[in-house]
């Protein structure tokens, strides 16, 4: 095994191997350096999207199920769908200003209470109202009454939602109506404590327009009655949006 010496290093199989073992080192060093590059890039991609999703200040969050109470914001936006036999229409919560009506409504819904009820009381030129009785009239069992937030500022305007109550003032359970008209001899003080208003329709007017004008007959003790039944096939919460802006929730509150 002749070894000879050129400048300065020493030719032979030991120093190929040397020079074999130096190069590996190097590609390792590389691999290192570029899965560091490729960390930092990853890194600043995530941040920027951070960023931007700060900036927007919605998060829409499609739920087609119960409610997660923990992924709620002190500005977010809860809004239930409800399915009928005429079709659909949402309704966006007043969480912050009717807090007591709303986590009412909001357990029912979750519990699927509505599925499967009907719009019982329909006047054309007043509200429809549901959420306590099947198709047969029998009217379902209910939680304990709450108390009435009718003095929290909101009116009864067409395309709201309050709650129904009998003569007493803190009597509302389950049931609730939609106005098709501006009520204000239903807001509070302007006869009686008034109807405690807690959420808007926001998408299908057009479906509570069509149950407004269904046909109406009298079934036993109750008059006003749709003569074909409007049914409530489910109501769900849709849509939960965090973040949202109070400038942005005053404006859908006016």
Do not use: C
Request: zero cysteines; charged letters at 30%; proline letters at 2%.
């Amino acid at each position: 095994n002749v070894r000879n010496k050129k400048d300065g290093y020493i030719i032979g199989p030991k120093v190929v191997w040397t020079k074999m073992k130096h190069r590996k080192k190097k590609q390792n060093k590389n691999y290192t350096l570029y899965f560091l590059i490729f960390a930092i890039l990853l890194f600043g991609v995530f941040m920027i999207g951070k960023s931007s999703n700060n900036e927007i200040k919605l998060e829409i969050i499609d739920e087609n199920k119960n409610i997660d109470e923990t992924i709620k914001g002190d500005d977010s936006m809860t809004i239930v769908k409800f399915e009928t036999t005429l079709g659909e229409f949402e309704v966006e919560l007043y969480e912050d200003k009717a807090p007591i009506s709303t986590k009412n409504f909001l357990e029912y819904v979750n519990e699927g209470y509505y599925d499967g009820l009907i719009f019982h009381r329909v006047i054309s030129n007043f509200m429809v109202q549901g959420g306590g009785f099947d198709s047969d009239m029998n009217e379902k069992e209910t939680k304990p009454a709450i108390k009435n937030e009718a003095d929290n500022g909101l009116k009864n305007l067409k395309y709201t939602l309050a709650m129904a109550r009998t003569n007493e003032v803190d009597s509302a359970t389950s049931q609730f109506f939609v106005n098709v008209a501006d009520n204000v001899f239903l807001d509070n003080g302007a006869r009686d404590f008034g109807y405690a208003v807690f959420a808007k329709v926001i998408s299908g007017e057009d479906t509570v327009e069509k149950i407004r004008e269904v046909k109406t007959t009298t079934k036993g003790p109750y008059t006003d009655v749709p003569a074909t039944p409007v049914l409530i096939n489910k109501a769900y919460v849709k849509w939960i949006v965090k973040n949202l802006s109070k400038n942005q929730r005053k404006e859908k509150l006016i």
